[in-house]
């Protein structure tokens, strides 16, 4: 049986010494973090995703302001919003939540956030400094993923690693870091998508797997290299009556049949999921100390 790679605990561990480090500021008299997020619309969703983010801020000390948008907001609006908070001194840093209005537009939103603040990493300035190994603000999904193979001591150097999905916030960049002279890095890596032919012969060659495609259960043992290592990024709500909620969550990897041959594996819930809000604080923490841009 594989190692249960515990996202959950990781998380709380990160944002333990993230309260740490904020009382000693505190101490110090020093700038207390303070992040800005814009809500724009009612999406059930979304308002939970954010709400977690703030309530995350306050449990670790931070400040935080939630600035809610009507979805009727025009383009020019929400970018003289942004605008203001790049602005304001006061505040670190500014993430936007996504999905928004199909009347705005996401790369325009995007590239008006001031790169210094941009503590989601996903400017093309923060993307470029991540592809170049600079001091960057990594996007949250993969900063999680590269801290899980950091604090389990997985060997990437000189490892085959195949990545199932090719988006911008997951596939893609994690493919550019596992790639990078450093560590987690050193990998010889294979990025595969929807086009990709071959694909279980390529997984069965990768001593780590990293599945973000956003298939249910896709990936099988029959998929995996004895001993592999398999970071499962998917996250699936599935019906399930003997649940309370009526539901269960589930991932891109058939967990119970994987987890019999992997040497590592990340569960769902509570593996790559809970790290997304830890690695948000981190970059406001970075933000706010002036670590990225000096
Ligand atoms: P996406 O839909 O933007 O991208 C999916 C990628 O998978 C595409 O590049 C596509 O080419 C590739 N793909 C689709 N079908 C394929 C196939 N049959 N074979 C090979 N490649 C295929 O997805 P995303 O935003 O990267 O998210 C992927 C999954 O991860 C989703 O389930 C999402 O909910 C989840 N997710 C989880 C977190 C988290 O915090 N745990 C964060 C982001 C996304």
């Known amino acids: 049986m594989a190692t249960i790679i515990d ?9 333990n010494e993230i309260a ?3 009382a000693e500021i505190k101490t110090e008299g020093g700038k207390i973090p303070h992040l800005a997020a814009i809500l724009v619309g ?30 009727t907001i025009s383009e020019e609006e929400l970018l003289a919003k942004v605008e203001e908070i790049n602005a304001n001194p006061d505040i670190d840093g500014l993430i936007v939540q996504l999905p928004l209005p199909k009347h705005i537009s996401v790369e325009k939103v995007t590239d008006k956030i001031k790169p210094e603040k941009d503590v989601d990493g ?26 899980l193979l950091k ?7 000189g490892k085959h690693c195949v990545v199932i999905g090719r988006s911008h916030i997951v ?13 987690p890095g050193n990998a010889t890596v294979t990025l595969t998508h929807s086009r990709t032919q071959n694909l279980k012969e390529i997984a069965q060659t990768a001593d780590i797997l990293i599945v973000a495609l956003g ?32 539901f269960r969550l589930i991932g891109d990897v058939k ?40």
């Open 7 to 15: 996202g959950k605990k990781t998380s709380q561990d990160i944002k």
């Open 20 to 22: 740490t480090r904020v």
């Open 42 to 71: 009612n999406d059930g969703a979304s308002q939970t995703y954010v709400g977690a983010k703030v309530k995350a801020c306050h449990e670790i000390g931070f400040e935080s302001t939630l600035v809610r948008l009507d979805e």
């Open 122 to 147: 996903f400017t093309p300035s923060n993307v470029g400094r991540m592809a170049l190994n600079w001091p960057a603000y990594v996007a949250a999904t993969p900063y999680g993923i590269v801290e």
């Open 151 to 157: 604090r389990y001591n997985i060997e990437t150097s």
């Open 171 to 183: 596939g893609s960049p994690m493919s550019i870091l596992m790639a990078r002279n450093g560590y």
């Open 215 to 246: 298939k249910p259960e896709f990936v099988t043992a029959d998929m995996v290299k004895p001993g592999a290592v398999v970071i499962d990024v998917g996250i699936h709500r599935v019906e399930d009556a003997s649940k309370k909620s009526g």
């Open 255 to 294: 967990f119970d049949e994987v987890a019999e041959k992997a040497s590592a594996i990340t569960p769902v819930p509570g593996g790559v999921g809970p790290m997304t809000i830890a690695s948000l604080l981190y970059n406001t923490l970075l933000a706010a100390e002036k670590k990225v841009y000096g």
